[in-house]
């Protein structure tokens, strides 16, 4: 059985993007960092062994650190084998603040958990795959990656950063027999989304071609499409109702 590595899975859409590769046939490895989120994690990998037959580990580190990235692997390794078939690069944060008023500590985190964090996973993977001559990395960006969002300049640089990074290790890796893509979502109904001020949201909404949000289905569905997609790596696919096109 394969076996995949997602970072952020334990809720919106890692939890979304965990439960399409359990109903794909891959263990899961499944990353989260806050001890919230370890009841949350451990209900999914439950979940998944109940509906899909699949087998999960939840690791409870801080991809920021690189040596808490190693723990995530070697755990991995040691459960599952030495054969890592996807991995998906999912955690991320935001500020949401001015750039006169942001901290140095602040976007410096950003860039850590958003960019070095995915740096961090593959580096530590990507000699498993090539080994293996096989496999299939994604990784989550966001339309913040491709346009400009006020009040988000730390989050903008670090998810075009990640195209950067996608595109960069896609030339290397590509006759290796690896494939790396990036999804950068629109925006998409998750609980972060339903939580902040719904007549803004309203407002949000209005400007989407398609005059709706996204589901974190659409995401998962992306995903899945990437990894099975043989001859599509270095691409940037981006499920956002039409409010960027790239």
Known sequence: MKTAI??????????????????????????????????????????????????????????SDYSQCKKIVDKAAEKFGQQIDVLVNNAGITNNLSFLTITPEQYSRVIQVNLLSYMHMCHLVLPFMAEAKQGSIINISSIGGLMGVSEQGDYCASKAGVIGLTRGLAVEFGKSGIRINAIAPGMIWTDMLRGVDQIAVEHLKQSIPQGKIGDVEDIAGAMAYLIDASYMTGQTVSPNGGIVMP
């Open 6 to 63: 997602i970072t952020g899975g334990a809720r919106g859409l890692g939890e979304g993007m965990v439960l399409k590769l359990a109903e794909m046939g891959y263990n899961v490895v499944v990353n989260y960092v806050s001890d919230n989120s370890k009841e949350l994690s451990d209900r999914l990998i439950e979940r998944i062994k109940v509906e899909y037959g699949v087998n999960g580990l939840a690791v409870q580190a801080d991809v």
